[in-house]
């Protein structure tokens, strides 16, 4: 698995979905194809939009806050955005089982009892309650923005995007 300068693991690739049922101290097995195989799998979990939660690679997490550090620095709503997601995020490592401990909060805060949908988002996973998944009804829409990114045609920071959700709620 590859890693970067932060030692956080990067598995490259999360496809496909889910259902899982949390264990009684609240875990939930991660698909072996979502580990590390070195037994180091450590993610970040924050809240996302549409009642569901994110877990990003520490990696990812850390290219991140490293790039929206340099623009809090003297900007008060940037240290305040950042505030808020230090506040709600929660690191989570795996077990040598592959099971992973989710917060019981933010598990409440969408709605998710003691079953989940785990849904691979390429990037990341994302985690709901079942009944809160929906597969669009216009595919159309999210395969555009797709091509948009392959044709080099986007403005946006792809990461800053997605996690975007989680101040715009």
Avoid at 4 to 25: I, R, W
Avoid at 50 to 58: E, I, N, V
Avoid at 84 to 96: A, E, F, N, P, T
Wanted: proline share 5%; charged share 25%; aromatic share 6%.
């Amino acid at each position: 698995m590859p890693t970067d300068s932060t030692g956080g693991f990067f598995p490259g690739l999360f496809v496909g979905s889910y259902d899982h049922v949390l264990d009684a101290q609240g875990r939930v097995s991660l698909p072996s194809e979502w580990r590390s195989k070195d037994q180091d799998t450590e993610l970040v979990m924050i809240p996302a939009r549409d009642k569901a939660l994110l877990l990003l690679p520490l990696a990812t997490f850390m290219e991140f806050v490293g790039k929206a550090g340099k623009k809090a620095i003297a900007n008060r709503e940037m240290q305040m955005a950042l505030a808020y997601l230090g506040s709600v995020s929660r690191r989570c490592r795996c077990d040598k089982q592959g099971r992973m401990a989710l917060d019981r909060s933010l598990l409440d805060s969408i709605g998710a009892d003691k079953k989940l949908k785990l849904i691979g988002a390429v990037t990341h996973i994302r985690i709901c309650a079942p009944e809160n998944w929906q597969m669009p009804e216009n595919p159309d829409e999210y395969l555009n923005s797709i091509q948009q990114l392959s044709d080099g045609n986007d403005d946006i920071d792809a990461l800053g995007g997605m996690l975007q959700g989680v101040f715009g709620k």
